[in-house]
């Protein structure tokens, strides 16, 4: 099986996991840990291994964190490492909600071609609003 998991500081994990749950409905495959303020490393550390319990040796998983380089990041990776896990993982940083249903909705797809459309998605997800007011719209503000 394959399995999603979300990683953050704050509540961006769990709130990123809500909304797949509403869009995609809910799913055993999508775990989600976060840092929350306050919290040490420690603590996320046996958070995340609870969260982890379901994945299994012959499992993969499709990692998301926030920040590369970020404490929840780095420590999932860690705990992956030590569960055996690591060399079934696939690793993104900057995560967003494009990239999330992209990976969710392709947990069939070989992992190559997933690993393509995630970067894709999520990037082609980033980009300005252009804006346009006339000048009716401008006295309204």
Known sequence: MRYLLLVSHGTFAPGLHSVLDMLLGKRDDILS?????GMGADVFVEN??????????????????DIIGGSPLTNTLNTLTEKGLLPKTTAFGGMNLPMAITAAMGMETPIDALKGSIIS????????????????????I
Do not use: N, T, Y
């Open 33 to 37: 840990c976060s840092m929350e303020d």
């Open 48 to 65: 995340l291994k609870k969260v982890l319990e379901p994945v299994g040796a012959d499992d993969e998983v499709v990692c998301f964190g």
């Open 121 to 140: 998605e999520g990037q082609e997800a980033i980009r300005e609003l252009e804006l346009q007011m006339g000048e009716e719209d401008e006295d309204e």
